[in-house]
């Protein structure tokens, strides 16, 4: 699919805007006071479900250029990968100073016990390191070494989703508990890994839909 300029503008503004606000409503949300009972507890999970949604926009990229042709959404993978670990330290900000006011003496007791939190820190430590290399002089230095590294997304992708589904304390097996979120996002993250499969990938190449 080739854009036009206007069409290549487009997609970068609907990129940073859409990225942008979630952070804007929940901003105003605070400010006038439209969060629960419990606002410390609505900042956590409405970053974390943001972070989350950008980590998988960003995977989703090259699926859509598989299926579509859409070369212009590739050059955005990146955008919305840095947009995902920006509102992820975020998150971990609220965390550690408005929810435990950095007392990380407790928060080492409490992960003992509560495995998501030792999960949400694996899964933000792999976004670290991709944010850290996500330059370009990186991939110079890294070499063929750098797509490997990158792929580490789709695990951080999947110990996020993990860490979501254990911070609410459902039952999967059981189908109890406020599971229907961390269920949507594991089913696409699990259609968008499916979709890296070299078989299902070169199908889709071989009947891409071009408009």
Not at 8 to 18: F, Y
Not at 70 to 78: A, T, V
Not at 81 to 89: E, I, N, P, R
Not at 101 to 115: E, S, T, W, Y
């Amino acid at each position: 699919m080739r854009s036009r300029p206007r069409q290549s503008t487009l997609l970068r503004v609907i990129v940073h805007l859409g990225a942008w606000l979630p952070l804007l409503l929940l901003f105003i949300d605070y400010y006038t006071g439209r969060l629960s009972v419990n606002p410390i507890l609505d900042l956590e999970q409405r970053t974390g479900r943001t972070a989350l949604t950008l980590v998988l926009l960003s995977l989703s990229c090259t699926p859509l250029h598989t299926l579509f042709g859409w070369r212009d959404i590739l050059r955005h993978s990146r955008t919305l990968g840095l947009y995902a670990f920006m509102v992820a330290a975020i998150h971990l900000s609220i965390f550690l100073i408005l929810d435990y006011g950095l007392n990380f003496a407790q928060i080492l007791v409490d992960a003992a016990i509560k495995p998501f939190i030792i999960v949400g820190a694996a899964a933000f430590l792999i976004l670290l390191l991709m944010a850290l290399t996500s330059f370009d002089t990186s991939k110079v230095w890294l070499g063929r070494n750098w797509k490997r590294l990158h792929r580490l997304i789709y695990l951080a992708a999947a110990l996020a989703i993990l860490h979501y589904f254990w911070g609410l304390k459902g039952d999967i097996f059981r189908l109890q508990g406020d599971i229907t979120r961390p269920l949507v996002y594991f089913s696409i993250f699990l259609v968008l890994l499916l979709l890296r499969l070299r078989p299902i990938r070169k199908f889709l190449q071989s009947h891409q839909i071009r408009f």
